[in-house]
């Protein structure tokens, strides 16, 4: 039988093989040099809430999101609107692509080759990810020669990503109202046509004692995050300069502050660092939608000095290429302090 998977071994080995990395990879718990704290619930928020006809119950939903974003970086929803069938569906057509030989894969074409796995810019091995990916721009979902003869996949994301834009959007306008916007202010910078859509792998790592990572510590460029994920585990975010492991929700989805709404709201919200760590038993998958902007928009702090200099979406992106071209990994917004 062909193994779909990339060859993360081989790839990983080398560097681990590297003079410099000799003690590195005997104690990953060290090159953080933050502890891991055992699982825990994020913050949960029922968005029923929103549609209470009491006015106290619907502010305290507000709320709720607002101190979340504020304190956590990080929370699950509950009755977000999107349906088990349509979220099945996803998963069932995203298992199908990554079950597609490795060359395949590779040279499929498939919207143009958003295909990647592994890291390759990566010179030690805490930069390397133990996984792989198709990074989806939503701009190309219409156009029917990109996908060949993944049709369905196709169909299952059409219906996705506006369910996963409507959820993004309505939370995007609560922390923008908050923050003293306007309600639609997020939404008119942020589309179905500058957002992505990441379908994530993360095969079974022989390794994984180690603690190998299956995504490696960073923060979102983007304005928020919604993650649906399965139920392995593995994603750990920084609360409290300690590692926290998320306990996965069958009912929710993961919703997570990105590095523009940091800006945007002068630190009010929080972008926070957060990874995954691979495992040597199951295979995980998940499911990422970024809300973006378009890369000419600009982005500025509100309410009173801004913490950071105004940057643009494109410029921002462009820095944090240059940075792991450089030093093999993202640097972020302190770049941009005043």
Not at 21 to 43: G, W
Not at 73 to 98: A, C, D, P, T, Y
Not at 243 to 263: C, E, H, M, R, S
Request: hydrophobic letters at 35%.
């Amino acid at each position: 039988m062909i193994d779909p998977n990339p060859p993360l071994m081989q790839h990983y080995g080398a560097l681990v093989r590297k003079s410099t990395e000799a003690k590195q990879a005997k104690s990953f718990s060290d090159q953080n040099h933050h502890p891991v704290v055992d699982a825990c619930d994020l913050p949960l928020i029922d968005l029923n809430g929103l549609k209470s006809c009491n006015e106290k119950e619907r502010l305290a939903c507000t709320a709720a999101i607002c101190k979340a974003a504020s304190e956590w970086g990080f929370f699950q929803v509950v009755n977000h609107g999107i349906s088990h069938e349509l979220l099945s569906n996803m998963r069932e057509e995203q298992v199908k692509l990554f079950a597609e030989p490795f060359e395949r894969k590779v040279t499929c074409g498939l919207l143009n080759n958003p295909y990647r796995w592994g890291t390759p810019t990566a010179t030690r091995s805490n930069h390397f990810s133990w996984s792989e990916a198709f990074h989806i721009p939503l701009t190309m979902i219409s156009e029917a020669p990109c996908w060949g003869e993944f049709s369905s996949l196709r169909e299952a994301i059409n219906e996705f990503a506006p369910a996963m834009l409507e959820v993004s959007s309505l939370l995007a306008s609560i922390l923008a109202q908050n923050l003293g916007y306007p309600k639609d202010a997020v939404e008119k910078l942020c589309d179905a046509g500058t957002c992505f859509l990441r379908l994530n792998h993360y095969p079974c790592c022989p390794k994984s004692k180690d603690q190998i990572f299956g995504l490696v510590p960073h923060t979102d460029t983007d304005f928020l995050t919604i993650l649906y994920q399965d139920q392995v585990g593995g994603l750990q975010l920084m609360k409290d300069s300690k590692w926290v492991a998320v306990k996965p929700n069958p009912d929710a989805l993961i919703v997570n502050i990105g590095d523009l709404f940091q800006a945007w709201s002068n630190d009010e919200y929080k972008s926070v660092e957060h990874k995954v760590v691979a495992n040597d038993k199951m295979e995980r998958y998940s499911i990422a939608y970024f809300l973006c902007p378009s890369y000419s928009t600009i982005i500025n702090g509100c309410n009173g000095p801004s913490v950071y200099r105004k940057f643009t979406f494109g410029e921002y992106r462009h820095q944090i290429q240059e940075d792991v071209k450089k030093i093999g990994h993202k640097i972020g917004l302190s770049r941009f302090l005043l």
